[in-house]
């Protein structure tokens, strides 16, 4: 069956609030119901009902709906870490082209926790493996295009419309800065950028289904940074100017 998107409810914050006393198996057995109904339906709702505008904004966004791939897992990987609570306490949409991997580019999210829900885009650098789009392709554009994200940064964040921080590794820690990177040399030496908006419970309309309408209007505005961080067609440019004209 369809899920029909109905906003985000209370139940939907207040699932995460209770799971952070009771992060344990029997809990969380107990109530499957209720995560499945006001955690995944509503994401998968949320999904079904951005579909349509995503596929006319890249045709190769990934939205086939899988867990690892549009949604996040819930359950955490407890073999290495010293935290053996065995959920997160947040759950994700991700939209990212599908001919790269979720991880290895700019994406646009929506997120999930007791205290609000976010809606915006990020771009994560490669820990291991293969350099992604962050290291091979936004950085040298930071660098050899400056009017272009000068551009996008007044429009999006300088204008206030957006919040935004970024991440980098310092002495061995993941440390978080509020803000845009003040130095050239910061933006060649982050690990992670976020743009996003913050909407808590009790935000207006974010329990009514328009509120999808809200979520694509925001992945159309932050549409241009997936392009610039991350596009390595020829195109990229044209497919910039295209989105911000709409």
Known sequence: MANIFQGFQPDSFLFFEELAHNNQK????ANRARYDQHVV?????????????????????????????SFSRINRDIRFAKDKSPYKSNYYLYVYDGRRDRGHAGRLYVGLSADCLTVGFSIYGSWRGPKGALETVFRKRVVSQPEIFESLLKRLVRSRRYETYWHREEKGDWTQHAGLPRRDEDWQTLHAWVVRKVFLPNSRGLGIPSFANTVQRI?????PLVVFTSDLT???????????KK
Do not use: C, M, S
Not at 43 to 65: D, I, M, Q, W
Not at 219 to 223: H, I, K, R, S, V
């Open 219 to 223: 992945f159309a505005e932050l549409y």
């Open 41 to 69: 339906g509503a994401f998968r709702g949320l999904l079904e009902a951005l579909t349509p505008a995503l596929l006319k904004l890249n045709p190769h966004f990934e939205v086939g709906g899988k867990t690892n791939g």
């Open 234 to 244: 020829p195109q990229w440019e044209a497919e910039i100017k295209k989105a911000l």
């Open 26 to 29: 029997a809990w969380f057995d």
